[in-house]
Nanobody
Framework: QVQLVESGGGLVQAGASLRLSCAVSGRTFSSYNMGWFRQAPGKEREFVSAISRRGINTAYADSVKGRFTISRDNAKNTVYLQMNSLKPEDTAIYYC????????????????????WGQGTQVTVSS
């Protein structure tokens, strides 16, 4: 069974940085495309970022471009989301997701693409 566990969330002031981690079980992590999504109170879950299995291809929502960076360490079965210059509007529960397909595709922002999801980690940014 594939399991995803997020960590690294917390309460910070605007302008601060956080790095989220998502540890994935199993030996097939290197074959998974990975994504980050977030959901704020009263709002729908939205796409944040995605990365291909080798880390060559990456994608970002317009709201986080230039501030967030997605990366992965396949030796550690872990994907990261480095969040800089945090804003109050970044406040949300952040979820990690895994897609076991073998190829990168253009539907990386679709929740339906991902078969496995973590429990989420809370990020709160105060002004």
């Amino acid at each position: 069974q594939v399991q995803l566990v997020e960590s690294g969330g917390g309460l910070v002031q605007a302008g601060a940085s956080l790095r989220l981690s998502c540890a994935v079980s199993g030996r097939t992590f290197s074959s998974y495309n990975m994504g980050w999504f977030r959901q704020a109170p009263g709002k729908e879950r939205e796409f944040v970022s995605a990365i291909s299995r080798r880390g060559i291809n990456t994608a970002y929502a317009d709201s986080v471009k230039g501030r967030f960076t997605i990366s992965r360490d396949n030796a550690k079965n872990t994907v990261y989301l480095q969040m800089n210059s945090l804003k109050p509007e970044d406040t949300a529960i952040y979820y990690c997701a895994a897609d076991p397909r073998l190829v990168w595709s253009t539907n990386y922002a679709s929740q339906g693409k991902y078969d496995y999801w973590g429990q989420g980690t809370q990020v709160t940014v105060s002004s």
